[in-house]
């Protein structure tokens, strides 16, 4: 990301940040489910995820047209690595309260990360135009803490039109302000505080539908996530579209998905009480083409 921001009257270098990330988030499941009558079906899940996250980001600041005396350029590099693991909960009823209406719900728990630990590193260079050239390295640093997401509450009802076609629709309620941050020997008081100041609830819409024609189906659907940001802090939305198809006999079944995803977000390099960077407006398009394959036995 980057963008021209004026230093100094008639003095203007060019601000830069390129970050890039990487990892995975992966989980091991235990579940639990019930069937009485065939009408009312329960479930649930014991989960521990695991979190590996990295992150690499240079901010620059360039002197390209010669405007400050002496100055070429000024970088800092800084690296992060997350590794973490948790625990959760998750139940969920349905309820076939005729042969063409489903009721669902759902609640999932808090994730509760016990083990998180941050390493990070950073270097700082500098170059001036009689040829000087600067680097300082920082020591390597770390912290244990622990996280704690926020819980979801779901809702869905479930239509069967014909033994040929399904419509679902659901609902979702989560409140990111009650993410917490603890440590042993930190409060994170004023870090909390800012969650709750910046953060609200938000309700999730998905709907899809679901044709069958013998062995194949055709299947589409869309989704709305609302902005988890207060006060227009930003633009947080996601609108999701999906579509696929599938075949399915009694000993195997294939599944072909594409979901495409758009959000736009402003994001800011840097931000303190005496510096102030206007935000990048950023525009996200996903497209992601998923296939399952499966053997029953």
Do not use: C
Not at 23 to 45: A, H, I, K, P, Q
């Amino acid at each position: 990301y980057y963008g021209p921001v004026l230093n100094a009257p008639g003095q203007e270098i060019l601000q830069r940040e390129e970050t890039t990330t990487w990892g995975s988030m992966n989980e091991y499941l235990f579940s639990f489910g019930g069937n009485f009558g065939d009408r009312v079906y329960l479930g649930g899940t014991f989960g521990f995820p695991m979190i590996r996250y990295f992150r690499e980001t240079r901010y620059s600041e360039i002197d390209e047209n010669d405007a400050i005396y002496d100055f070429n350029s000024l970088s800092l590099y800084e690296r992060v690595e997350t590794r973490g693991s948790g625990f959760n909960m998750k139940f969920g009823m349905v309820v076939r309260t005729t042969d063409w209406l489903r009721v669902g719900g759902a609640i999932h728990s808090p994730t509760w990360y016990s083990n998180m630990q941050d390493r990070w590193a950073s270097e700082l260079t500098s170059e001036f135009d009689n040829g000087d050239y600067y680097s300082e390295r920082s020591p390597s640093g770390s912290y244990d803490y622990k996280l704690e997401t926020p819980w979801k509450a779901m809702g869905s009802l479930g239509f069967i039109i014909a033994k040929t076609a399904l419509l679902n629709v659901d609902y979702e309620y989560i409140d990111y302000s009650a993410s917490k941050l603890r440590g042993s020997d930190y409060g994170f008081n004023d870090e909390n505080r800012v969650i709750k100041n910046i953060y609200t609830q938000t309700h999730n819409f998905r709907a899809g539908a679901e044709y069958r024609m013998g062995y194949f189906s055709v299947r589409g659907g869309g989704g709305y996530s609302a902005s988890p940001y207060k006060d227009d802090l930003n633009d947080g939305e996601r609108i999701h579209y999906s579509g696929g198809f599938g075949y399915r006999d009694k000993d195997f079944f294939v599944d072909f998905a594409w979901v495409r995803s758009q959000m736009n977000e402003n994001y800011y390099l840097y931000r303190s009480e005496n510096v102030t960077a206007d935000p990048v407006d950023h525009h996200f398009v996903s497209n992601n083409f998923m296939v399952t394959l499966g053997v029953r036995y």
